[in-house]
């Protein structure tokens, strides 16, 4: 029979999957259809809806290019990268949660010396010392552990959205030795607006919601025999934790930044606790 009422045709696209080789593809497959059309069922989608929905899609990813990445921050903004951190990165205990990587994340940054500034060529902002030490479960040193830290300027925008930026601007990599431990100056971290150019930024606009994030540091940890930690540092007291536009905050993550009136400058102090690879969760 080829003609099918509505539960039928979920059932018949189902079936038609079977054969596919990997059974991980057709699991995931599988589910996203039955999601899919309970979806449409449940909100008995209209025509110009589905048409409307596939405008968005389509606008979103005519918005992609090697510097922009409009689905991640669809993603990020409806809770779906968060939920995926959620699934598959359980840290207990001591070791540090990871949050969102976000779409601003530069691969190739330079490898910079203990105490460098990642700010030098920025113009404004609070001069910030961050440090700290990256170690294990046990609260040991971690050795040539690599730190790979990226923020926005004082205008809120990384290099990348910013043709007057210098290439690299506020990024850098950073190589512990044997005592583990990391500094660097930057500028503090100013909350910002994701961005709303597109058409995610319509949805947010049409969903009354606002597009910020809280102020916060982006960190890459790596080091050999420990799982990769992509995370924040939040700074405590800023207006925009509680409603963070990608859901990225986590109690642990929020830091206190702490001003010294004498030299004019602030300093957080942030350990960074890597999972062991291989460890049960
Ligand atoms: C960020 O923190 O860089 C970011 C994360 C998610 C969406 C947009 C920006
Ligand atoms: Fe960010």
């Not at 059932?11 to 699991?27: F, H, Y």
């Not at 497959?29 to 008995?44: G, Q, Y």
């Not at 290019?65 to 993603?75: A, V, W």
């Not at 976000?102 to 001069?127: C, H, Q, R, S, W």
Request: proline fraction near 6%; include cysteine; aromatic fraction near 8%.
């Amino acid at each position: 029979m080829a003609q099918f009422n509505d539960e039928e045709l979920t059932k018949a696209v189902i079936n038609r999957m079977q054969g596919a080789n990997d059974p991980r593809l057709r699991e995931i497959m599988t589910a996203l259809v039955r999601h899919l059309h309970d979806f449409a069922r449940e909100v008995k989608l209209s025509e110009a809806e589905w048409l409307a929905a596939i405008d968005f899609l389509t606008r979103t990813g005519q918005m992609c290019d090697g510097k922009r990445q409009e689905f991640i921050l669809l993603s990020d903004t409806l809770g779906l990268s968060m939920l995926v951190d959620a699934l598959n990165n359980k840290r207990e205990g001591r070791e540090t949660p990871s949050t969102v990587l976000g779409p601003f994340y530069v691969p190739g940054a330079p490898d910079l010396p203990m105490g460098a500034d990642i700010a030098a060529n920025t113009e404004g902002g609070f001069k910030t010392s961050v440090s700290g030490r990256v170690l294990n479960g046990d609260g040991k040193p971690i050795e040539s552990a690599v730190l790979d830290v990226w923020q926005t300027a004082p205008n809120g925008l990384y290099d990348v959205q910013d043709p007057q930026a210098p290439e690299m601007n506020l990024r850098g990599r950073f190589r512990t030795g044997s005592d583990g431990a990391y500094r660097f100056w930057t500028i503090k971290p100013v909350s910002y607006p994701v961005p709303t150019d597109g058409p995610v930024g319509k949805m947010l606009l049409a969903l009354g919601r606002h597009p910020y994030r809280p102020a916060h540091l982006h960190f890459i940890v790596t080091a050999s025999g420990f799982e990769k930690l992509t995370t924040h540092i939040f700074v405590r007291g800023d207006r925009y934790l509680d409603s963070d536009a990608v859901f990225g905050v986590k109690d642990a993550l929020m830091m206190d930044f702490i001003d010294d009136a004498k030299s004019n400058t602030a300093a957080v102090a942030c350990d960074f606790v890597l999972k062991r690879t291989g460890q049960p969760s």
